[in-house]
């Protein structure tokens, strides 16, 4: 069943405007992934973090692994329209063959 | 540089019929992925193979299965087609033992049963 959580699960907006998502398990992911999806296409990852604590930016995202392995979030700075799509965040356990656990998803729209 | 190819894009099947979705790793990636993807939901995680061998099996039903042949490409065969199959079929690819690095999708094969 599902195993993360992920908050909002839609944000509507303004071209410029900071975005801030957030994802929480129950369970303890060694690995933290952040990744996007377009309309048809397949998720393309963003951000990958490996340790605890970690804060690792790319471009204009920053994303934060939690002390406890069970939370992380994503910001998304100075936000412009090619920026819509849906935003996921995934888990991989320690030891695992590569199996992603995804959170529900976060579905962003930019109005210009 | 190479992706991992889906085919085909596109499938719409009839109820009871049988699909195969096939999958072309990136080259020299030893493993792959299938996920499945509802309407408005999240990717969910059906099976995979390591060198030819299943490695980890998820939520796949039993009308569904799976192998991968020698040259690492990937088949999904999927038998008496419900309404509820209809779905994004992706297939992603890596490289044992670079953990996420180099962990790429798809872009996936849309099923519609009718």
């Known amino acids: 069943g599902q195993q993360l959580n992920q908050s909002p699960q839609s944000m509507f907006i303004q071209e410029g405007e900071d975005v801030s998502m957030n994802c929480t398990s129950s369970?303890?992911?060694?690995?933290w992934l952040w990744y996007k999806q377009d309309p048809g296409e397949g998720p393309v990852l963003l951000i990958a973090?490996?340790?605890?604590?970690e804060l690792t930016s790319n471009g204009r995202l920053t994303a934060q692994f939690g002390i406890t392995r069970k939370d992380s979030f994503l910001n998304i700075s100075a936000s412009i329209p090619s920026d819509v799509g849906i935003y996921f965040c995934a888990g991989l356990y320690s030891g695992n063959t590569g199996k992603l656990i995804f959170g529900q998803g976060t579905t962003l729209q930019v109005k210009p | 540089a190479a992706g991992v190819i889906q085919s085909p894009r596109h499938l719409i099947k009839e109820k009871r019929e049988t699909a195969t979705l096939k999958c072309y790793p990136i080259?020299?990636?030893?493993?792959v992925y299938w996920y499945q993807q509802g309407p408005g939901q999240d990717p969910q995680f059906l099976i995979s193979f390591y060198e030819k061998m299943q490695s980890d099996k998820g939520s796949i039903p039993d009308r569904f299965s799976a192998q991968q042949f020698s040259d690492y490409h990937s088949e999904l065969n999927m038998s008496s087609l419900e309404l509820g199959d209809s779905a994004l079929y992706f297939c992603a690819s890596s490289l044992a033992g670079q953990g996420i690095k180099g962990y790429t999708f798809g872009s996936g094969t849309r099923l519609t049963v009718v």
């Open positions: 369970s303890i992911f060694n690995t």
């Open positions: 080259p020299r990636h030893d493993t």
């Open positions: 973090l490996y340790k605890a604590g």
